[in-house]
């Protein structure tokens, strides 16, 4: 049984709530007492995978399960998925416009800095059949 879970529901190409979820996301962590580096990781990757949904991804949905000994977010879009998903996580690679890269976007650092700043990343995707992320931290 987890101890808390929360579900919120992002929104494709909404750049005004874009990265809501993940400040929320951030206070209710703050509010357990977790410690700053462990959120400040967890938010790095509810932001990043959030922004993916955003701007890759289609409509989806983020959940936040915090258990006794690790924090798990799942993110899922029902958007084109990945088709080449190493290839999605090496640094540099973007798909991203030329609108999104105007607004800042497209360093292609996403997926990398999840992979980075997780304790466990798993992505399930296929062309056509949107977008799994499931990433774990683990608290001792
Ligand atoms: N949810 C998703 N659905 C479909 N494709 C995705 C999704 N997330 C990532 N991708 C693909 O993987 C690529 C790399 O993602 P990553 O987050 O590393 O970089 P980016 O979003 O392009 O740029 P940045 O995150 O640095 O602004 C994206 O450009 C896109 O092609
Ligand atoms: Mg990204």
């Known amino acids: 049984m987890p101890e808390l879970q929360r579900n919120f529901k992002v929104k494709f190409n909404d750049f005004m709530k874009a990265g809501d979820v993940s400040i929320q996301i951030q206070s209710i962590l703050k509010a357990i007492g977790f410690d700053p580096d462990l959120i400040r990781r967890v ?3 509810a932001y990043e995978s959030e922004m993916n949904v955003v701007m890759h991804g289609g409509d989806g949905d983020v959940s936040l399960i915090v258990g006794p000994k690790d924090i798990t ?3 899922r879009d029902d958007g084109p998925g990945i088709e ?8 540099g690679y973007s798909t991203a416009t030329h609108e999104h890269r105007e607004m800042g976007f497209g360093a292609g650092m996403g997926l990398p ?5 997780a304790d466990t990343v798993e992505v399930n995707s296929k062309k056509g059949k949107g977008t799994h992320l499931k990433i774990s931290f683990n608290v001792e």
């Open 43 to 45: 938010s790095v990757c």
């Open 73 to 75: 977010v799942h993110v």
């Open 84 to 91: 080449n998903t190493e290839q999605a996580f090496q640094e």
């Open 113 to 117: 800095n999840i992979k980075k700043s």
